[in-house]
Nanobody, 111 residues
Framework: QVQLVESGGGLVQPGGSLRLSCAASGSIFSDRAVGWYRQVPGKQREWVAVITRGGATNYADSVKGRFTITRDNAKNTVYLQMNSLVPDDTAVYYC?????WGQGNLVTVSS
């Protein structure tokens, strides 16, 4: 099973930006789609964005135009660039590849 390690979360003011990273172990990374999800305590985990092995992307309506997902297959890493952040973006963010999940990374948007 692939191991996923996330980094890059933290506290940011409304309107600010953060970039999350998801580094994967194993050789299957470049052959698979990778997604980002987020979860607020007490609510269901929701899908945020996905990037296919070919680089095609798709986004939830709530983040479209503000978030960008990219991948660097040479580094086995997927990124989520988050711009124009709003308080409703506050959540624990998880990356996903197949049955594997990252450990979760807290993003807090607050003044």
């Amino acid at each position: 099973q692939v191991q996923l390690v996330e980094s890059g979360g933290g506290l940011v003011q409304p309107g600010g930006s953060l970039r999350l990273s998801c580094a994967a172990s194993g050789s299957i990374f470049s052959d698979r789609a990778v997604g980002w999800y987020r979860q607020v305590p007490g609510k269901q985990r929701e899908w945020v964005a996905v990037i296919t092995r070919g680089g095609a992307t798709n986004y939830a309506d709530s983040v479209k135009g503000r978030f960008t997902i990219t991948r660097d297959n040479a580094k086995n890493t997927v990124y989520l660039q988050m711009n124009s952040l709003v308080p409703d973006d506050t959540a624990v963010y998880y990356c996903n590849l197949g049955l594997s999940w990252g450990q979760g990374n807290l993003v807090t948007v607050s003044s």
